[in-house]
C-alpha cells in the first residue's frame, strides 16, 4: 500500500494513475450510462457529421459514436486483461520452472521458449486466431498465447538469477521437493518484476487485440470493440474523420496510461528492491562546496619525521551527510600526516570510516557528502582551493586510487592501451606513441609479462591479480606522490596478495610515493606498513607504529589483531571477540563510541570522549582505560556464550 | 568406516575446448566425529568439491560414502540431505523474503512438529547459535552478516546432518565476526558431535578449527596431514608457498619457500607431469636435476609417501 502511495506521488505516476482511473470508470460506468444511446438506432440520422447531439457524429445505423466508444471501454478493457492474463499464466510458469529443474529438462525448456520468442508475436495470434477460429474467443487466446513467450522469457531471466542464490541450493539440500522450491523461493522472489511487466504488457494486448478487430479477425458484430469502431470509422474517414478519432484516442490513452502507472510502479519497486548505490560516476564527481571548517588547528600527528615537508597533512577531517535524516557524522575529527615513501595503514571494520576517509582525500565522495577539515594538505597546498580542471589534473596525475575490485576501475570495452595512456595524454598531453611506451614500462614494473601484448587485451582476458596489478600500473603512469589502496587484496588469494604488498613496497622505495593502505587485515597491513591507524565509530582510536601493533593498547585495536587466528593461535582456546554491534554513525554515543561493548569501559568513557594521547613515541591512543603492551585480552572477554 | 569417505572424486563441466576437470580423482576421509580442513587457492576446486558432497552436482566418476554406504542411498525423498552446508554468504544463502522463523520452520518441516513444537524447537535452534529469540520474525535484511551467518548455520543443524560442510563461511564477515563464528562452530561441533569439512583459502583458520588438513592444488589434494604437523613441517612445495604467503603480524615471511609464480596456471589446461612445476620453488625451473617433474605425475603412489604428498621430493 505504502508502494502504491509512493508510486502515485511521482508525475508519471500520477498522470498515470489518473488515466487509469478514468479508464476504470468508462469500464465500469460505459455500459450503464451510455449503452441504451450507444443502442438506439435512428434512421433519420444515419453516418451524421459532428453535432451538439452526436460530437463525434454518427455511423451508419444512426448510433452515437462517442456512446459507443463509452461503451466499448468495457469490452476492450476485459479482453485485454483477459488476454494478458492467459499470457503471464502460460509463460510464467514455464519460464520460472527452470530454475528448480535438472539441466536436461532445463534446457530442452530454454529451446522451446527461445523458438518461440524468436516467433513475431502478432504473426503468432493471427497464426492461431486463424486455427481457433475468428472471433472475440479467438483473438484473445490468439493474444494470450502469443504474449506467453515474452512472460516466459522474463520470467525465465528472473529465474535464472534466483538459481544462482544459496538459499535455492539450501532448500534442496533440505529436501524441499521441487513445486515448493517453485512456489516458495522462485515465484516469490520473482513476483514483482511480473506483476509489473503484466501491468504494463496490458497496454500492449490492448493495442493487439484492436489490431486483429481491426483486421476482423477480432471481435464480431453485432458485438463491437474500440478496435472494431476504428475500422468502421476508417471507411468513412473521407466524410467524418472524427469517426475514426474517438476509438483511436481511447486506444492510445489507454495503452499511455498503463505504461506510465508500470514506468512509475517499477521505478517505486526497483527503490526498494536494491537500494541505490552512488555509481563510480559519482563517486567520481568531486566535492564542489567544503563545509565549514573549525578556525583552531588540532595537534597534528607526531609520527611523521620532522624536517621534511610532508606529502599530506590532515587537521579535524570530518565527513557529514548532512542531508540525510537523521543526519550522520561516519568521520569525526581525523589528523595524520604523511612523509614522503611513508606508508601509513588504516585498519578497521565496515563502518569504521576508513574508506570514507580515504575517499575525501582523494575528493571522491559520493553525493550528498560533505567533508571539512582545519587542514587538507596535499603537497603543502590547500586542497579545498582547487577547482575543476586543476583538480583533475592534480589528482588524475599525482593522487591516483585503488579499490578492491580492479574492475571498478577498468572499462571492459576498452584496450588495457587506451585505458593506461587515457590520463597522461589529456591531462600531461603526451603523445600517443611515447604515452604507450610509458604504459608499458609501468606494466612491467607491476611485473605483468609480455607487456606490449598486454596494452593489447581487455581487461576479461587478464586474471584477477594481474587486474589489479594493471590498474596499480594505471596510477603510475602520471607522478604519484600519494597513492590510496582501498582494500586492494582483498578478494585475491594469499599468494597473489603477497605479491601485489611486494610490488607495492617496491613502488614507495623506487618512486618515494607516499601510500595509504586500507585494509580490514591487520596482518596484511603489518606486512605493509611502518604505521597502522584504528578507527572505529568515525575516530582514530589508536595510531601505532607497526612493531607496537601486536600489543595495541586500544581493547578495540587488541581485539582487532587477536580476533583473526594466525599459525601460532593456541587451537584450545577461543578466539577474542566483542559482543554487540558498532554505532551507527547517526546516533553516536556521548562518549567513547566503543564504550558500550568495551569489557574495560569505565563510567567516564560513556560519558567523556577521550581526547588521543601519546603513551610512547609516535603512538598514540584515544583511551581512558589502555592495556598494557603485556596484558591479553582474551582474558579479559568472555567467551562467546550469552 | 564410520563417516565419510571420497575415492577419486571427479568433477568437471562443460564440452570440447571449454572443459574443466575442476575436481581430479580426489580421495578423502572425513571420520566421524572430526573436523577436516580444506584449503587451497580460488580454481583449486575446493567449492566444487562441496557441492559434489551434497549433491548439488554430479560427480562424473568416483565413490562418495557415508558410513560404507553410498551418500546417494541414504537420501529420502523429503528428508533432507545427511550432508548439511553452510555457504559463504549470508545475503545469498537466505531467502531475503523469508523471515528467520519461515527459513528455520522449512528445515524443520520434514519432522512434522506441531505448531508448539515447531515453536520450541526454533527457540531451541536460535539459542543455540546464541541468537535471541526475537530474531525469530525478523528478516535477513534486519539482521547483521554475523547474525545472518548463524541462522544459517542453524538451518543446516535443524537438519540434523550427519556431516557439515562450511564454504568459507566467515570470508563475507567483519574481522570482529569472524572470531565469533569460529568460535561458535567449534562449540557447536563439541557439544552435537557432526563431522565437519571446513573449506577455506586461509590455512591459519583451517589450522585453528580443524585437527586434520588438506591442501588441495588445480582440482588434487596435494598433501594431508594433522593441522599442526602441516603448519609445522609441511611436506609439498605448494603447501609450504601457502604457509610462506601468510602474512603474519611480528614475524618475517620465508620468502624461500613462495612460489615461483604467485597465480595459478588455467585450470582448463593443467600443466604436465606435476601440476605444480611452473611455479615449485624447488622444482625443475629452479634446480636442472629436478626434470623428473617436468615429465611424471606425482600423484599416483602418493599413499607411501608422508603426508600422502603429491611430490617427488616429499622426503627432502
Known sequence: MRRLRATVRTPTGFAGSAILLLVLFFVVAGPILWGPQAARINPLDILAGPSARHPLGTDELGRDILAEVFTASRLSLELSVLATLIGAAVGVPLGAVVAVLSPRPRRLIGTLINFTVSFPGLLLAIFLAVIVGVGSTGAVLAIGFGSAPGFARLSQTLASSVTEMDYLAAARLLGVSRTRLLFRHVLRNIGEPIILNVTMSVGGALLALSGLSFLGLGVQPPSYDWGRLLSDGLANIATNPLESLGPGAAIVITGIGFNLFGESLAQVLGQRVAPRRPGRKERRRLLAEPGARPAQPLPASPGSPAGRQPILRVEGLSVTFPRQRPASRPVRDVSFELAPGEIVGIAGESGSGKSLTALAIARLLPNGAEASAARLEFLGNDMFTWRGAEASRILGTKLPMVFQDPMTSLN??????????????????????????????????????????????????????????????????????????????????????????????????????????????????????????????????????????????????????????????????????????PPSPAALPPGCPFAPRCPRALERCRLELPAATEVSPGHRVRCFNPLTFDETLVTLVEPATP | MKGLRLRDVVVGYGHGSSRLVAVDGVDLDVPEGQLVGLVGESGSGKSSLARAIVGLVNPLGGT?????????????????????????????????????????????????????????????????????????????????????????????????????????????????????????????????????????????????????????????????????????????????????????????????????????????????????????????????????????????????????????????
Open chain 2, 64 to 316: 562418495i560414502e557415508l558410513d560404507g554406504r553410498p551418500l546417494s542411498s541414504h537420501g529420502e525423498r523429503k528428508r533432507p540431505h545427511p550432508v548439511q552446508m553452510v555457504f559463504q554468504d549470508p545475503d545469498s544463502s537466505l531467502d531475503p523474503r523469508m523471515t528467520v522463523r519461515e527459513s528455520l520452520s522449512e528445515a524443520l518441516e520434514w519432522r512434522k512438529l506441531g505448531r508448539a513444537g515447531l515453536r520450541a524447537e526454533i527457540g531451541r535452534l536460535l539459542e543455540l547459535v546464541q541468537l535471541g529469540s526475537d530474531t525469530a520474525d525478523r528478516l535477513p535484511r534486519a539482521l547483521s552478516g554475523g547474525q545472518r551467518q548463524r541462522v544459517a548455520i542453524a538451518r543446516a543443524l535443524a537438519a540434523e546432518p550427519r556431516v557439515l560442510v562450511a564454504d568459507e563461511i566467515t570470508s563475507a564477515l567483519d574481522v570482529s565476526v569472524q572470531g565469533a563464528i569460529l568460535n561458535l562452530i567449534k562449540q557447536l561441533q563439541g557439544e552435537l558431535g557432526f563431522s565437519m569439512l571446513l573449506i577455506s583459502h586461509n590455512l591459519a583458520v583451517v589450522r585453528y578449527v580443524c585437527d586434520v588438513t588438506a591442501v588441495m592444488y588445480l582440482g588434487r589434494i596435494v598433501e594431508v596431514a594433522a593441522s599442526e604437523e602441516l603448519v609445522r613441517a609441511p611436506r609439498h612445495p605448494y603447501s609450504r608457498s601457502l604457509l610462506g604467503a601468510l602474512p603474519q603480524l611480528g614475524t618475517s615471511a620465508r620468502t624461500e619457500w613462495l612460489a615461483l609464480d604467485a597465480e595459478a596456471p588455467d585450470p582448463k589446461r593443467p600443466p604436465a607431469g606435476c601440476r605444480f612445476h611452473p611455479r615449485c620453488p624447488v622444482g625443475p625451473l629452479a634446480s636442472s636435476d629436478r626434470q623428473l617433474c617436468l615429465a611424471e605425475d606425482p600423484q599416483p603412489g602418493s599413499e607411501e609417501r608422508p603426508h600422502r604428498a603429491a611430490c617427488h621430493f616429499a622426503l627432502d
Open chain 1, 412 to 581: 571492459p570495452a576498452l584496450h588495457l592501451g587506451i585505458q593506461l595512456t587515457e590520463a597522461s595524454q589529456v591531462h600531461q598531453g603526451t603523445p600517443r606513441r611515447q604515452a604507450l611506451e610509458r604504459a608499458a614500462e609501468r606494466l612491467r614494473a607491476v611485473r605483468i609479462d609480455r607487456p606490449d601484448e598486454r596494452l593489447c587485451q581487455y581487461p576479461h582476458e587478464l586474471s584477477g591479480g594481474q587486474r589489479q596489478r594493471a590498474v596499480i600500473a594505471m596510477g603510475l603512469m602520471g607522478e604519484p606522490r600519494l597513492i590510496i589502496a582501498d582494500e586492494p587484496t582483498t578478494a585475491l588469494d594469499t599468494t597473489v596478495q603477497r605479491q601485489v604488498l611486494a610490488i607495492f613496497r617496491e613502488l614507495s622505495e623506487t618512486t618515494h610515493s607516499a601510500m595509504i593502505m586500507i585494509s580490514h587485515d591487520v596482518a596484511v597491513l603489518g606486512e605493509l606498513c611502518s604505521r597502522v591507524l584504528v578507527m572505529y565509530g568515525g575516530l582514530i582510536m589508536e595510531d601505532a607504529p607497526v612493531g607496537e601493533l601486536a600489543g595495541a593498547r586500544h581493547p578495540y585495536a587488541r581485539m582487532l589483531v587477536e580476533a583473526v587466528p594466525d599459525l601460532g593461535t593456541a587451537r584450545d582456546r577461543p578466539l577474542a571477540t566483542i559482543q554487540g554491534q
